[in-house]
């Protein structure tokens, strides 16, 4: 498709179960980024794909959180055992390309509410 | 390591005033940066970009920024602001390996009529 798709739209959670979340993106993308965005602001990078293959994880928790991108399949990013401070907004992207000039597209984000 | 820093969490213009969104970076080399948007409920849109070549680049919806390499900054400017212009703007800085975006904390545009 033309636009980065996510699903869903909102996603309610209590503390401990798990979360997991998806991302379609634009055909002929290869690489795929994750970003948190708590409290409606900072956006903090998590995790980026080239294809199936994990690019850059320097942002992802060490616990709780992964990520895979598997052929003919939406990316996902699960979050085990899930805690109070996991509510934000989750944003994936798209781009043709992994240096700095390749545009990122943005899908609407997930919601996540952990109660 | 990259930063952004965005001094103005909110401004306030009225409708038809101009309007210009502060945005300083810190990046070891020639940045790449970009400027995005967010309406309430809604994901990012891209405004503009600079990668390289003239240091006043043209956006869409009528913004414009200009890259100064002496000041680290890269403000947004919109002569006329517009009510439908009220949104959240994020300034970034991608790295030139590796396409990993780093946000600014955002400045909150309120339009006033």
């Known amino acids: 498709g033309e636009e980065v798709a996510q699903t869903p739209k909102h996603l309610v959670r209590g503390e401990g179960q798990k979360a997991k979340l998806y991302c379609a993106p634009i055909k002929g993308h290869s690489y795929v980024f994750w970003y948190q965005q708590v409290l409606k602001n900072e956006f903090k990078f998590l995790i980026s794909?080239?294809?199936?293959?994990?690019?850059?994880e320097t942002g992802m928790p060490k616990e709780r959180f992964s990520a895979k991108c598997l052929p003919n399949s939406p990316c996902s990013l699960e979050i085990q055992a899930t805690k109070l401070e996991d509510s934000a907004v989750y944003f994936c992207?798209?781009?043709?390309?992994?240096?700095?000039?390749?545009?990122?597209?943005f899908g609407p984000g997930t919601r996540l509410t952990v109660t | 390591a990259q930063s952004v820093t965005q001094p103005d969490i909110h401004i306030t213009v009225s409708e038809g005033a101009s309007l210009e969104l502060r945005c300083n970076y810190s990046y070891g080399a020639t940045p790449y940066l970009f400027w995005y948007v967010q309406s309430p409920g809604q994901g990012l849109q891209l405004l503009l970009k600079y990668f390289s070549g003239d240091t006043l680049v043209q956006g869409i919806k009528g913004f414009e920024a200009e890259f100064k390499r002496s000041q680290s900054s890269f403000n947004l400017r919109k002569p006329s602001v517009h009510w439908s212009d009220a949104a959240e703007y994020f300034c970034a800085v991608g790295a030139h390996y590796g396409n990993k975006l780093v946000f600014g904390a955002g400045t909150i545009l309120r339009v006033k009529s």
């Open positions: 992207a798209s781009s043709e390309g992994v240096a700095g000039a390749y545009e990122q597209y």
């Open positions: 794909f080239q294809n199936e293959n994990v690019f850059d």
